[in-house]
């Protein structure tokens, strides 16, 4: 399985732009790129995903690298509230069944 | 309903105890899952249920014993459990699979916290 890598934390200021990355250079052509965090003391949340283009929701944007071997959660204007462990999953061929999580990014708000 | 219900919240029980976990979702998704994770981990992937039938189960020991009653319902039964085994518990569910720009993914529950003395 194609695996990623993230770096274990990450710090920024309330109201400030954040770029959370994430490398997977063994990508395959049907992984998809998921998203997900965890707020203290909750299960993990759907944040966004894609497999080529880059994506808005209203959560946040994702940027995948032209040559799909890295990719940037995005979040526009960080609160309190996104204080959380940030994980980048590959899903093979979007089947709900391989979710495997690595560490995450443990992103710290500061006020 | 867009929620995964776990229940309890928290429970602590002894080693020679048997107890039960349980996670309830009406969202029609026919795939659910139970995660285990420590403290300060990742979760962790224990068995996955596709249309009520146990599709994966990542070597997890038999003093944890899943079932799926129905498509709403999933346990995860307790016995002879070790301090170690103390962790937070995870359900989720999901579709089988996903279609093209569907908006999608995993559901998760807020967990059971399960302390083994």
């Known amino acids: 399985d194609a695996k990623t890598t993230q770096p274990n934390s990450m710090e920024s200021n309330e109201e400030e732009p954040v770029h959370l990355p994430c490398n997977h250079s063994?990508?395959?052509?049907?992984?998809?790129i998921h998203w997900y965090r965890q707020l203290p003391s909750q299960g993990p949340e759907y944040v966004i995903h894609?497999?080529?283009s880059n994506v808005n929701n209203r959560m946040a944007s994702l940027a995948i690298a032209e040559d799909r071997k890295s990719s940037t959660l995005i979040l526009h204007r960080a609160t309190l509230r996104d204080a959380a462990v940030y994980y980048c999953i590959l899903v093979k061929n979007n089947y709900g069944q391989n979710f495997v999580f690595g560490p995450g990014t443990r992103l710290s708000v500061l006020p | 309903d867009t929620e995964v219900t776990q229940t309890p919240k928290h429970l602590v029980m002894g080693m020679t105890n048997k107890k039960s976990l349980k996670c309830e979702q009406h969202m029609g998704h026919r795939a659910m899952y139970w995660y285990k994770q420590k403290a300060k981990k990742p979760p962790e992937l224990m068995f996955v249920?596709?249309?009520?039938?146990?599709?994966i189960n990542e070597s997890v020991p038999s003093r944890f014993s899943p079932e799926c009653p129905n498509s709403s319902l999933l346990n995860l039964h307790l016995h002879a459990l070790q301090p170690e085994d103390s962790a937070l518990y995870l359900c989720a569910s999901s579709q089988i699979r996903w279609a093209p720009g569907q908006n999608y993914g995993y559901t998760f529950g807020s967990g059971t916290r399960l302390t083994v003395v």
């Open positions: 063994t990508i395959s052509g049907t992984d998809y």
């Open positions: 894609g497999l080529t």
């Open positions: 249920y596709s249309y009520e039938k146990l599709s």
